[in-house]
């Protein structure tokens, strides 16, 4: 018994060494995001409009009665639109991005993607630190690059991917909604 139990800690040992990812495209580029951070992953929904956002705030969604702002990824990494080929055309339905309002449990933030692959482990040991230059104040979402074999993903940081600013503007624009 003692052996068996002994071969369970290193299968946690392992799992805990590693770091679940669901990637995903934004123009010819791989990502990723914590799976801990993603809700569901939907196909694109009607986007209402918000007043005086930046240009990559879409605006907002209502996801079953739950009203969730949405940014479009290409238009937030500044790349040139794609077409709208809507059978590959994702959203994904992320929490921690915004602060919380008082109603339980992190805020939801929408992100529209070109395309969801995969999900992959990945080894804490082939997770690098981005890159200097993409740790400034226009790249500071990057988390990390992960190593897969050959591919390189850079892997998002969910709280980053809106600017301290860019939060307080969306949440001032939903209380003026309501």
Request: charged share 30%; aromatic share 4%; no cysteine.
């Amino acid at each position: 018994m003692k052996n068996l139990f002994q071969k369970d800690k290193k299968a946690i040992a392992v799992v805990e060494d590693m770091v679940q990812l669901v990637t995903f495209r934004v123009g010819a580029e791989d990502y990723g995001l914590d799976i801990n951070a993603i809700t569901e992953v939907v196909r694109p929904l009607r986007i209402t409009p918000l007043p005086r956002m930046p240009l990559f705030i879409e605006g907002v969604i209502n996801l079953r009665g739950t009203i969730i702002p949405v940014v479009d990824l290409r238009k937030r990494f500044v790349l040139a639109p794609a077409g709208n080929d809507s059978r590959k055309i994702r959203m994904l339905i992320t929490k921690g991005a915004v602060p919380e309002t008082g109603k339980g449990g992190k805020e939801l933030l929408g992100l529209v993607v070109d395309g969801v692959d995969e999900v992959i482990h990945v080894p804490k040991k082939d997770i690098a630190p981005p890159p200097e230059a993409a740790t400034g104040k226009q790249a500071g979402f990057i988390g990390g690059m992960g190593k897969v074999g050959d591919r390189l993903i850079i892997i998002l940081d969910i709280m980053k991917i809106l600017s301290s600013r860019e939060r307080t503007d969306l949440a001032e624009a939903r209380h003026a909604e309501s």
